[in-house]
C-alpha cells in the first residue's frame, strides 16, 4: 500500500504497478479524476500568447520573458508593480481572462508528455475516466472535446471516460469539485479514487473528503496560489 503522508515524491509507473497489483489480488477498482488546465493540458502557450499579443499593445504594458510566464499561473506577479497595470488593473484582468476562458484560443493548450500513454495505461485496466474541470461548460465545453478528440485523448462514453464542467462561473473551482465528489462518491460506492490535480487547495480538500486508501497526487505545475501540500507530488507523467 503506498503511503500517502510519508511519501512525496511519486511517478507514474509507480502508480500503475500499485493498480496492476491490486487488480491482480481482486481488490476493487478505482476511478480515476484529472482536472484539465495544468494538469492534462499546459496552458501556459495560450497564457503566454494572449498577453504577448494583446496587452503590450492595447495597455501598454512591457514585454515578458516567456520562460518567466511559463513559471507562472499568470502575468499578474511579473507586473504588479508596473504603473499602467497599477492604474488599470481591473479593466486588464478581466480582459485577459475574458480571452483566456475563451474557446478561441484553447488550440493553443497542448497536452503535457506522457499523458496519453498514462490515460491510455488506465483505459486498458477499465478504469473509467473523469475529467472534472473548472472550465465553465457554456463557453468552452465544445472546444474541450475538440482538444481531447485532437490528440487522442480519451473522451467518449464507450471508453468509460466523462466530461464534468462547471454550470456556474461564480462557484469557485474548490467548491465546484468539492460538490462534485460528493456525487461520484455517492455514484461509485464500490471504487476507490485516483485523483490528479494541479491544485494543493483542491489536493488537500479531495484528501480530506476521502478514505485513507484513495490516492491523491499533486501534479507539479503552475498553481493559482501557492500552498503546500501534504501528499503525492508527480513532476512527471514519463
Given at each position: 500500500?503506498?503511503n500517502q503522508?510519508k511519501?512525496?515524491?511519486?511517478?507514474?509507473n509507480k502508480i500503475l504497478?500499485?493498480?496492476?497489483?491490486?487488480?491482480?489480488r481482486s481488490?476493487?477498482?478505482?476511478i480515476a479524476i484529472?482536472?484539465?488546465d495544468?494538469?492534462?493540458?499546459d496552458?501556459s502557450?495560450r497564457?503566454?500568447?494572449i498577453?504577448?499579443q494583446?496587452l503590450p499593445?492595447i495597455y501598454d504594458l512591457?514585454?515578458?520573458?516567456?520562460?518567466l510566464?511559463k513559471k507562472?499561473y499568470n502575468?499578474i506577479?511579473?507586473?504588479?508593480?508596473?504603473?499602467v497595470?497599477?492604474e488599470?488593473r481591473?479593466e486588464?484582468i478581466k480582459?485577459?481572462?475574458?480571452l483566456f476562458l475563451?474557446?478561441?484560443?484553447?488550440?493553443l493548450?497542448r497536452?503535457?508528455?506522457?499523458i496519453?500513454?498514462?490515460?491510455?495505461?488506465?483505459i486498458k485496466?477499465?478504469?473509467?475516466?473523469i475529467?472534472?474541470?473548472?472550465?465553465l461548460?457554456?463557453?468552452?465545453?465544445?472546444?474541450?472535446?475538440a482538444m481531447?478528440e485532437?490528440?487522442?485523448?480519451p473522451n467518449?462514453?464507450k471508453r468509460?471516460?466523462?466530461?464534468r464542467?462547471?454550470?456556474?462561473?461564480k462557484?469557485?473551482?474548490n467548491?465546484?469539485?468539492k460538490?462534485?465528489l460528493?456525487?461520484?462518491?455517492?455514484?461509485?460506492?464500490?471504487?476507490?479514487f485516483?485523483?490528479?490535480?494541479n491544485?494543493?487547495r483542491?489536493c488537500?480538500?479531495f484528501?480530506e473528503s476521502?478514505p485513507n486508501?484513495?490516492?491523491?497526487?499533486?501534479?507539479?505545475?503552475?498553481?493559482?496560489?501557492?500552498?503546500h501540500?501534504?501528499?503525492?507530488?508527480?513532476?512527471s507523467?514519463e
Open positions: 500500500m503506498l503522508v511519501s512525496k515524491r511519486i511517478t507514474s504497478q500499485q493498480i496492476n497489483s491490486e487488480i491482480k481488490e476493487p477498482n478505482y484529472f482536472d484539465l495544468d494538469t492534462v493540458f496552458t502557450f497564457r503566454i500568447f498577453y504577448e494583446y499593445k512591457p514585454i515578458l520573458n516567456p520562460i510566464q507562472h502575468f506577479p511579473l507586473i504588479k508593480k508596473n504603473a497595470f497599477q488599470y481591473s486588464i480582459f485577459f481572462f475574458k475563451s474557446e478561441q484560443f484553447l488550440f493548450d497536452p503535457f508528455p506522457g496519453k500513454p498514462f490515460l491510455d495505461s488506465l485496466l477499465d478504469i473509467p475516466i475529467y472534472l474541470t473548472g472550465r461548460a457554456s463557453t468552452i465545453r465544445k472546444g474541450t472535446f481531447l485532437k490528440y487522442g485523448l467518449s462514453l468509460q471516460t466523462y466530461l464542467m462547471k454550470i456556474n462561473e462557484t469557485s473551482d467548491s465546484y469539485k460538490r462534485e460528493k456525487r461520484l462518491i455517492n455514484q461509485y460506492p464500490e471504487k476507490k485516483l485523483i490528479f490535480d491544485e494543493s483542491n488537500s480538500m484528501n476521502l486508501d484513495s490516492i491523491i497526487v499533486r501534479f507539479n505545475s503552475v498553481q493559482k496560489k501557492y500552498s501540500y501534504e501528499g503525492y507530488l508527480l513532476n507523467w
